[in-house]
């Protein structure tokens, strides 16, 4: 019922936003979510006023005073995006608790002390991080459940340890839906993990982007008779961090930046993931690269993880060549293979067919998986990699002509007809059939030619012909 409330409140202050800021541009805003342990109650303090976004300096008061009473053991789970909506919509406000993606979250705030932000800045949320490390002048840890099981935490000492989430909503990634509640999976396993130490904790739950913007029309006064046009969205912010660069003799060969790097394991006829993405990109985040090399017709990229799905040793390589091709009178680069080695097994996903671009350029694609509309194809009925699944996002990578730490023009994977031009030129088609049809059943027709005369004798119609 509380967490039914909660989510009541942070739709309605997401209603009065919207109806406060109409007349002006949208800005983009997340909420927070914030609790602790059960036993340590939190701060009381005045909620922010419906329709307030909150900035990065109001965060830094606000946590200031809400960590000054609260254990300074903090979880931050930062998932990629997240809006009020993604609670509306999936959990289970409308008395459909069976149906919810967060069990785990509405457990967690039922049992402690919580505080709600429904509208936090993106740019303050991204900072959230920096924000707790001054707070707790203490480093931050990028972690995962299996890593936080083998770690030892002391209830006296402040720690930071922030566990990336993922976010999807495409068609040929795992539904939104699904993916939530993956992720409330895992922070049910945190906070299962932290109290079997018995370490109190402060727990917020916040994303660097909102998963739905809605851009609302300005109001500017235009001339009579001109007319405007539906504009997209502002690009998105930049890249929160680097891309994974390899060197070669000094100087840059390889680069490669994705949002989620998830692989997943089918085991008893469950599908257990995995993201790779925090162990792989990240402030003080170094991940090994031993086994990579890059010459003028081959790249190889290889990403060495531990503890990864139980398997102790874990690697994820690209494999990229190069060559001229005559009929194009230019050299593409492909990527032949994925890999997958783990403690001493090996499994083979062929990506040259649909992972490939002009050796200048590098290849970026929205979405990079080897299920629904794979591009990634296992290497026979009997590898190991039918066994897995591999699901990049907002993948990009350039093995060949790197200049400096930038990735060259991208060439997006993202065809000239999409789904809306064929359904666009198809309807087209079908009107201009009906429209070609209806005129010819117009140009048969035929008036009388003869007519009736009162005067006359009538005209008689043989009844036998």
Known sequence: MAVRMAVGRLAASLILLLSIFASGRCSEHVPLL??????????????????????????????????????????LFLQDKLSVDDFTMYAGVFGNKQDSAFPNLEAALQLS????????????????????QEQLDTAPLYMDPETLAQLRLNASLP????????????DD????????????EVIGQVLNI???????YTAMYTALRPSRVIEEPSLAVHSVGTRSLLQSRRGGPPAPYPPVEFKERGSTCILMWADNLTVSLLRSGKWERHDLAPKTFGEGVFPKLEGSYCNETHSRLVLNYENVLSYRSFK?????????????ARRWFTMDRVQLEYD????????????YAPVEY???????????????????????????RISFDDFQIQGFNVTGKDFSYASDCAGFFTPGIWMGLLTSLLMVLVLTYGLHMIMQLHTMDRFDDPKGPAISVPQTE
């Open 316 to 328: 994820l390589i690209f494999v990229l060549s190069q060559r001229h091709y005559k009929v194009s």
């Open 194 to 200: 932290m109290k079997g130490q018995s370490v109190p």
């Open 173 to 184: 990634m795992m539904s939104a839906k699904e993916v939530l509640s993956g992720n409330d």
């Open 34 to 75: 914030m609790w602790s342990s059960s036993g340590f109650p939190l701060a009381s303090q005045n909620a922010p006023a419906a329709g307030h976004i909150m900035s990065s300096n109001q965060l830094r008061s606000f946590l200031s005073t809400a960590l000054s009473s609260a254990p300074h053991n903090v979880l």
């Open 362 to 388: 590098s290849y970026r694609c929205d979405s990079v998986t080897s299920f629904r509309y794979p591009q990634l194809i296992p290497h026979s009925a009997k590898d190991n990699a039918n066994e897995w």
């Open 113 to 132: 002390s919580s505080l709600l932000l429904p509208s936090v800045s993106s740019s303050a949320s991204a900072a959230l991080p920096a924000l707790i």
């Open 344 to 355: 001493g097994k090996k499994a083979s996903f062929n990506a040259s067919l649909s992972i």
């Open 159 to 170: 720690a930071l340890l922030i566990f990336r989430l993922p976010y999807s909503s495409g």
